[in-house]
Structures are given as structure tokens and as C-alpha cells.
């Protein structure tokens, strides 16, 4: 596999095409806004002019796209990649959705001969620059083996969740989870510092400490404390507020779904919900300690 089409070019993407460009696979790229496509043409991308120039010459196609309707639009569009791609194209979609809206897909990729996975990451903006991103794939084991070099050059960490479906399902576990970790981690900070205590002293306690976890060690929402996150610079970039709340929306019809008790994933949605009616949405997810800290 040599010929990539990689679509959506935002704040995983882009850098996730970058280091397969950087690895020597040729890239044809697409997205909506130009200035993306611009920026990987810069880095030795051809650009497609729309998603099925994009893909016809590809042996595998990478999306990495919002959330499940643009997903869906663009594997099952009648313009769109089931219907434009290649004979026997490998399809992956690393975009983070609904898991029976990705065996829906999967299933009209298989109807068309195609193979698919669903390979949602974990690891944030950084990983994705450092290509040291988590894979968690859903669909058959030979496709992944098929995937795997791809995913090797944008990740360090690769996970056969199971079927079709599963890579997502097991995304939205781990994403519920730091939605509710990032709200404690925040809390803890707020009442450390509205008692006197300097939140980088605190934030270096608890790294060490049994409290310590993922937004403590690398993703430290408080302003200054840590360097290269999105804290210290304005909560600009990361993981959006609103693709979170997507992700804790996903949980809570899989909860709803299977009758899963998901009690504090329902309150850490209303938790970004408010944060994101406040103005929080298109800042990054860890800018919720705003309105932790404002209540407080
Ligand atoms: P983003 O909004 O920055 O980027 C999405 C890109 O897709 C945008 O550039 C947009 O223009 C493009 N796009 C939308 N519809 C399109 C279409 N029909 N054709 C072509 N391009 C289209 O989002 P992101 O932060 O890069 O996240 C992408 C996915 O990865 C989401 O599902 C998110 O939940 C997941 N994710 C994000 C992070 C993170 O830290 N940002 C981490 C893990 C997973």
C-alpha cells in the first residue's frame, strides 16, 4: 500500500498525515477548508479536489472527520468513498462515532468488496505530532494486519478491540472516562489554590501521588503549569469542548442502549454542557476548569 488518501486535515488529522507523508507513503489529501489542504500541500501532499478525486488512485483511505454524520456522509454520499475508491482499497475511519453507525458503514463498505475498520485513537493533539498515538480497532484482525504499517507510522500503540464497531465503542469508554477525569483533576485544583496552595506545587504532588492520572501527567488544564498544552495557551487547539460532549453523548445512548449505569458520565455531560453554553465549546476540553474554578 502505497497511494493514501487522507481525509480531514483538523487538529489530529493534519499532523497524522504529515508523519505518513514524513514516511514516504504519497498522500492525496481533502478537506473543506482549503487553508488545511494548503498547509499539507506545503509538506508534499497532492490535494483532491473533492472526496472522490481524493480517493480513486488510493490502496487505503484514512478519514479522521468530526463526528458520525460527517462519517456517514462521506463513506455512504453517492459521490462519496464507498461509491469513488478503488478496487480492493483498504477503508479506515479514525474518526471517533457512533459504534452501530460504524458497522452500519462497515457493512455497506463489505457490500460494495470493500474491507473497513474503525480505528478511533487516543493520545490528543501531541501524540498525534509525536506519532505516538493509541489505535483501537474495530473489524477483522487480517485488515488490521493489513493497517498495521499505517498505523505504525502515526502511533505506538495498537488494540484489536474486536468486530466492527468495537475500536468505537471502546473510545467512547476510555473518553467517558477522561471527560470525568479532567472535571476531578480540575476540582482538585480549584480548592487547592482557593486555599492557598500554588497550583503547580499541587499539580506536581498529586503526579506523584494516588491521585495522579492522564490530565495530571500530560494535560494539566491549569494556566502555566505545564508547557506545549493547551492551558498555556489560551485552551487554543486540543480537543475541543463540543467533540467531547459529542463523545459523552455516544456514551450516553450506549448506556441507554444496554442499560450500562453511567451516573457520573451523565453528570460530567451537563458539566460540559454548561461550560459550552458559556462559550467554552470551540476551546479545548480542559478549559471546563473555567467554570469550575468561576463557581467556586
Ligand atoms: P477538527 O474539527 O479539528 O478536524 C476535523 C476536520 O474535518 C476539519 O478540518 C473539517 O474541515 C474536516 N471535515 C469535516 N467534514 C469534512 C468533509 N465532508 N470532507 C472533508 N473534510 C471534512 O477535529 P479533530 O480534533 O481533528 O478530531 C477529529 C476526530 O478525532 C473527532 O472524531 C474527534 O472526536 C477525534 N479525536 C480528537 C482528538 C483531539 O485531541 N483533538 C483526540 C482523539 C480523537
Redesign the pocket.
Known sequence: MQNIAF????????PMAQNLAKAGYALTV????PA?VGDAVKAGASAGKA?ADCVKQADAVI?????TE??R??YLAPDGIIASAKKGALLVD????NADAAKEIADAAASRGFAMLDA??????A??AAAT?TFIVGGAENDLERARPLFEKMGKNIFHAGGSGAGQMA?ICN?MLLAIQMIGTSEALALGVANGLDPKVLSGIIAKSSGRNWTTEVYNPWPGVMENVPASRGYA????TD??L??LGLAAEAAAASGANTQLGAVARDMYRRHAAQGGGNL?FSSILNTIAAIS
Open positions: 481525509i480531514g486535515l483538523g487538529n489530529m488529522g493534519a481533502f478537506d473543506l477548508v488545511a472526496v478519514t479522521m472527520l468530526p463526528a460527517h462519517s456522509k462521506a479514525c474518526s471517533t462515532i478511533p485513537v487516543s493520545g490528543g493533539t501524540g498525534a498515538l473510545k473518553n487547539g486540543g480537543f475541543g467533540l467531547m459529542k463523545d479545548d
